[in-house]
């Protein structure tokens, strides 16, 4: 059965391999970016999470466009590494904001018409160092991880509703973001891996429409890692 999805940050790297996959299982997909254009096949809506009134104009249009968002990805993220005794108010704040008050804002909006219709899927990406842990990387650590209480709260208030709440935790994966990291610091990454490589983003979107999947209606408050090892026990 065709879904109405919201994909935030769809417009690249993880989250654009997320609305394809969708796209290709015949899903209607919205996807919101900050000012490039939307992928071939989807519905694109300029918004920044950090917005709150911006939140609230994506939903209304693709509302208005596509019907209710019954499939919510909270993709968009930042990284702005540095170590703890550097890390500025302003470092901090506007990776939590984005990461993960981005991500409440866009849950808060999406589950009044998920409870109306009885059915809902939110899956929010959040990273293997959200429980692993990685130097110079308080902030967006600490944001990945905030994603896991607030799925699990999510799921404990609207389980019984039909809706699921699940985090996809990737380890290294090939986007612009992991391309930022010094060449030295990727080697490290990839050593320390058991499959030895980083992911294409394709292999976290298959996880994703898989969570979405009337199969994957009885997953919820889980925390399902897409790292090739990296966390394993954590
Ligand atoms: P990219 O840097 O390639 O893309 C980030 C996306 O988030 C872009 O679409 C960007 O939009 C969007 N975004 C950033 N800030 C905002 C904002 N304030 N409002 C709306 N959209 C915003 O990252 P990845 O594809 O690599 O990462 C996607 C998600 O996966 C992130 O949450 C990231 O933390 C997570 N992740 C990535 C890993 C990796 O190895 N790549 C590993 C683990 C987790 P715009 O184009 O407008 O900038």
Known sequence: MARTVLVTGGNRGI???????FVAQGDQVAVTHRGSEAPAGTFGVTC??????????????VEGELGPVEVLIANAGVTDDTLLMRMSEDQFTRVVDTNLTGAWRCAKRAATRMVRGRWGRMVFIS??????????QVNYAASKAGLVGMARSITRELGSRNITANVVAPGFIDTEMTAALPPE??????????AGRFAAPAEVAGVVTWLASDAAGYITGAVIPVDGGLGMGH
């Not at 610091?185 to 058991?194: D, G, I, S, V």
């Open 15 to 21: 989250g654009l391999a997320i609305a394809e996959a």
């Open 127 to 136: 990273s293997v160092v959200g429980l692993y842990g990685s130097p110079g």
């Open 185 to 194: 610091r990727q080697e490290e990454y990839k050593k320390a891996t058991p």
């Open 48 to 61: 920044d999470v950090t917005d709150p009134a911006a939140v609230d104009a994506a939903f209304k249009t």
